[in-house]
């Protein structure tokens, strides 16, 4: 069994508790065992704007207090896998590892190398299997065609993430969406960033990029994009309504975080385990698809 | 950037600081910079080129290169950055653009002109060590879905980011 300390960022767990929900029920129901974690704090990823040694040492704070309990990392936000990440592999260097272990020891904490960083995705993949989860599956969600979207930090910075699937034609969220049944539909715009890193200083980039994805998206028959990111949830699916009132657009595309997709097939409750009923934009025509006659 | 400058006048030797170049690529993360042979790849993938033809990182290298120092600090576009990687991706000289821009934004902040929502978010970091506040609505909200409450570790986390001097940090005045 599986067993992580449980890395929760600062968006999910206050905006997107669906996220978190599904995952923690997702994870019960496959054997991965999550340690609630009262030290963590943000993963720094946006202080590296300001300073690149500020930020890696909140980075470098989270895997210290990991280390301490002996665990591995699992995330649930790209962004925090991406950064946490990173920092695992700047901290590689002796003379960086030693000047962030001197400002750590004022906390009494310290680094040395051993926790590592894995998003919850590549956790199914890798230590639950495709194989294991198609064999769990309960419903029938053949019918449904969902396009998948990564996110720029769960493969990037390239050098963090040891080739283990490739960020210029990623593969790994295909095939877990395969093993639901689903269909993951092919389109042009998969690797396009969700925007929402310019969004808190530059609208005009963070809508730009959703719209082309949206675009893109419209005429390609699907009943839902299917996201590993809570903050690529709220640029697609929160702001989606934003650009309908601001732009006179008529977006209606679903968005699913990825444990809410699997949870589904998986038999969870649509409300208590999985929380559809959060997710604004309607499911009903999914689930109609997806043979779930049962209203959120 | 300077629309009417750009119309009509040739830059200008004497404004231009020629330490600027070895003063961003003495940081390790800029060094690769000297790799840069102006293909333009990066700026071809870059989002905010694509909303903003004004900008791109590979004009942004050459200024740096040239000494543009002021121009470049200033810039609004550097604060734009979706953080897609793109630029470092598609590099076929291994430029790692995506920290060289780090690098000019942290000595940009330095300078005062620190975009303002990274400046707040730090500030709140350092009170319940997460970029965003927690109060009753949403303890309550997680309570009735039996979910742990958020604990606060942000005293910790101010003690750090104070030992790293990001809380001297101050956000640039709108102008």
Known sequence: MSRYALFLGCTTPTQVIQYELSSRWVCQHLGIELVDMDDFVCCGINQVNLSQEAGLLLAAMNLAYAEERGLDILTLCAACTGALAEAVERLKDQETRDRMNRKLQTIGLEYTGKTQVKHISRVLYEDVGIDKIKRKIKSDLSQLRVAPHYGCHYLKPESAFGGWDDPDNPKTLHQLISATGAFPVPYETLNLCCGGKSFPVSKDVAFFLVQKKLDNLTNKRIDSLVVQCQTCYLMYHDQQNVINEQFKKHYNIPVLLYPQLLGMALGGDLKNDLGLDLNAISLDNLLVKAGINRKI | ?175
Not at chain 2, 29 to 49: E, H, Q, R
Not at chain 2, 85 to 92: A, D, K
Not at chain 2, 93 to 122: D, R
Not at chain 2, 147 to 170: E, H, T
Request: glycine share 4%.
């Open chain 2, 1 to 175: 950037m300077d629309q009417d400058r750009k119309k009509k006048d040739p830059i200008r030797v004497s404004n231009l600081d020629l330490k600027f170049r070895s003063e961003v690529m003495r940081h390790k993360d800029a060094a690769g910079l000297n790799a840069c042979f102006s293909c333009g790849t990066c700026s071809a993938g870059c989002p905010i080129s694509e909303v903003f033809p004004e900008y791109s990182p590979k004009k942004l290298a050459k200024m740096v290169k040239l000494g543009m120092k002021q121009d470049v600090l200033s810039s609004p576009f550097i604060w734009y950055c979706t953080t897609c990687h793109n630029c470092e991706q598609r590099c076929p000289q291994n430029v790692k653009f995506f920290n060289v821009l780090n690098v000019l934004k942290n000595m940009a902040a330095k300078k005062g002109y620190a975009a303002s929502p990274w400046v707040e978010q730090t500030r709140q970091i350092m009170q319940t060590g997460l970029i965003f506040s927690v109060d009753e609505a949403l303890t309550k909200k997680r309570k009735s879905l039996f979910l742990p409450a958020l604990k606060s570790n942000g005293n910790k986390a101010k003690r750090l980011i104070k030992l790293a001097g990001l809380d001297k940090i101050k956000a640039k005045k709108k102008s």
